[in-house]
Structures are given as structure tokens and as C-alpha cells.
Nanobody
Framework: QVQLVESGGGLVQAGGSLRLSCAAS????????MGWFRQAPGKEREFVAA????????YYADSVKGRFTISRDNAKNTVYLQMNSLKPEDTAVYYC?????????????????WGQGTQVTVSS
């Protein structure tokens, strides 16, 4: 089992920044791929970003490319999501997820481990 705990959410004005953190514990060798997903009110959960264990390969949804940066510190078993130039449409609950394989990183059904989520609210 892998336990994931997100932190760093909050309320920010449009154009502002937030940094989310996700700390992993347990069988962390099962967290080769770490992903961030989000779910806005009334919408389905969607892929935001993913990073492979080496940290070299990162992937982003088109909607956040150029504004968000995913990174990881394997020594601390922690993954980060730096969110800049936030927009009201970024408002959502953000979830951290982990999986063993590096394929299909944007498909949420492939992730067996999930955090509880952290709320991000961007005001206009």
C-alpha cells in the first residue's frame, strides 16, 4: 500500500501562484509514476500532470502547459505541483495519485493509489 497526503491548497487571486505537495509513505517503490488530477464542481476528474521516477519525463494537460510545473524529490518521497498564473477555471479539488508503471500516465483508472485531495480556489 501507498499512502498519499496532499497539502498546499487554498484561496488565491487570479494571476497568483500556489505550490501543492504530495507526500508518499508505505510501499513507495510502487510509486514509479506520480500524477496530479483535478475535479471541478459538476465536472469529471481530469488529468493535470505526471512525472516518472527519474524526474526527467514530465507530462502536462494542454490547459496547464506553460503555467504548471511538476517535480519530485525521491529522497523525501514527495511530488510537487507549482501552479503559476492561476485562472478561475483552475478552481478544483486537486488529487495526487501513484502507480507502478510509467505507461498511460493520463488515465486515472490506472492509478491504484490516491490522496484525499486539496481544494484550490482561484478568485477573479
Amino acid at each position: 500500500q501507498v499512502q498519499l497526503v496532499e497539502s498546499g491548497g487554498g484561496l488565491v487571486q487570479a494571476g497568483g501562484s500556489l505550490r501543492l505537495s504530495c507526500a508518499a509513505s508505505g510501499r513507495t517503490f510502487s510509486s514509479n509514476t506520480m500524477g496530479w488530477f483535478r475535479q471541478a464542481p459538476g465536472k469529471e476528474r481530469e488529468f493535470v500532470a505526471a512525472i516518472i521516477r527519474s524526474g526527467i519525463n514530465t507530462y502536462y494537460a494542454d490547459s496547464v502547459k506553460g503555467r504548471f510545473t511538476i517535480s519530485r524529490d525521491n529522497a523525501k518521497n514527495t511530488v510537487y505541483l507549482q501552479m503559476n498564473s492561476l485562472k478561475p477555471e483552475d478552481t478544483a479539488v486537486y488529487y495526487c495519485a501513484a502507480k507502478g508503471s510509467s505507461s498511460s500516465y493520463s488515465i486515472q483508472q490506472g492509478y491504484p493509489y490516491w490522496g484525499q485531495g486539496t481544494q484550490v480556489t482561484v478568485s477573479s
